[in-house]
């Protein structure tokens, strides 16, 4: 590789500030974003004027990045602290959010459990987990702020899936192919469900993310991200047929490069788009 290309195979740099003003006055709710995309997600909306609420299970790291993101952005932001798939919380969130800024125009269904190993690894106590964190969080979390969204005939869901679905990459079972694949049907026949009531439903699949740029000085909380859920022969394997793809950039994404995506399907402006699966992942899959 020249200097030139590997300075174009490098992931782009973390603040490139942008000059939409997309969600002035409006809601966004992102779940999972204490850390990582999600983060990343939640400062590009504030930086476009919106009030952002976080949600996340890890209560001192949602706290500190709903400070340090509002101070960073000038907008409020208010942190939500819950188990998103258990009964109950979703409401709660989206109860909380009504209360204090009296709308919601936009849900970003973020959160996740990176759990790659083999299907035969899991235990009954993991399975359960990862469908309860891949599956059941999104869910609830759209039949929550739906009756909302058709009552004020506005909204705009966001959901982040995962190019492992489509692409049939190994140790993905259950966060890609149960978790991300259940994600694109979702879409498809949620959208098909509310085209009539102003609501427009959308999935961002990435590819690979260099989701520790997400610009929190901090760093991350791993805690959530159990090192047992991807073993080092299931990851050196995944960096192995990673490297071995021909048709893909030849790099792993900036967060921020998904954001502006997602920014894009959450906002006023993706009026006419419903029910659409885009990757962002470098040309790892087409079409
Ligand atoms: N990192 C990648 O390379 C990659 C690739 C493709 C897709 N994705 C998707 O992008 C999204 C973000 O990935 P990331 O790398 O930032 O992940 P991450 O693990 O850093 O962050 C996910 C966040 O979700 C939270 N969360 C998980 N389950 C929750 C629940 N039930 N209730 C509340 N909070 C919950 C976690 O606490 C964590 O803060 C995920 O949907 C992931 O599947 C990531």
């Keep these: 590789m020249n200097a030139q290309t590997q300075a174009d195979s490098k992931t782009a740099p973390f603040a490139i500030p942008t000059q939409c003003r997309r969600f002035e006055g409006r809601v966004v709710v992102v779940t999972g974003a204490a850390q990582g995309l999600g983060r990343v997600i939640a400062r590009r909306v504030a930086e476009e004027g919106a009030s952002v609420v976080i949600c996340d299970v890890n209560e001192a790291q949602t706290q500190r990045a709903a400070q340090r993101l509002a101070q960073e952005t000038g907008r409020p932001f208010l942190a939500f602290v819950g188990d998103l798939s258990a009964e109950g919380v979703a409401d709660r969130m ?3 959010t009504l209360e204090r800024f009296g709308r919601i125009d936009t849900l970003v269904n973020n959160a996740a ?7 035969v690894d899991f235990t009954e106590e993991l399975l359960r987990k990862a469908v309860d964190w891949n599956v059941w ?11 909302t969204m058709i009552e004020r005939h506005y909204g705009r ?3 982040i899936g995962g190019e492992a679905w489509r ?6 079972t259950l966060l890609a192919g149960v978790g991300k694949g259940s994600m694109v049907g979702l879409t498809v026949t949620l959208a098909g469900e509310t085209l009539r009531q102003g609501i427009t439903v959308n999935c961002v699949s990435p590819g690979g993310i260099d989701s520790e740029a997400d610009g929190d000085p901090e760093g991350r909380a791993l ?7 991807n073993p080092p022969e299931a990851m050196a394997e995944l960096a192995r047929l ?5 048709n893909s950039m030849g790099r792993i994404s900036h967060p921020t490069e998904v954001a502006a995506a997602v920014a894009f399907f959450a906002s006023p402006e993706a009026s006419y788009v419903t029910g659409q699966h885009v990757g962002v ?3 790892m899959a087409m079409i």
């Design 137 to 147: 969080n999104t869910l609830r979390c759209c039949k929550a702020v739906l009756p």
């Design 242 to 246: 990673s490297r071995s793809r021909p």
């Design 281 to 283: 992942s470098g040309g």
């Design 94 to 96: 989206v109860a909380q």
């Design 157 to 159: 869901i966001v959901n």
């Design 113 to 119: 459990a990176l759990i790659r190993m083999p299907l």
């Design 223 to 229: 805690a959530v991200r159990d090192p047992s859920w």
């Design 167 to 172: 692409t049939g990459a190994p140790f993905h």
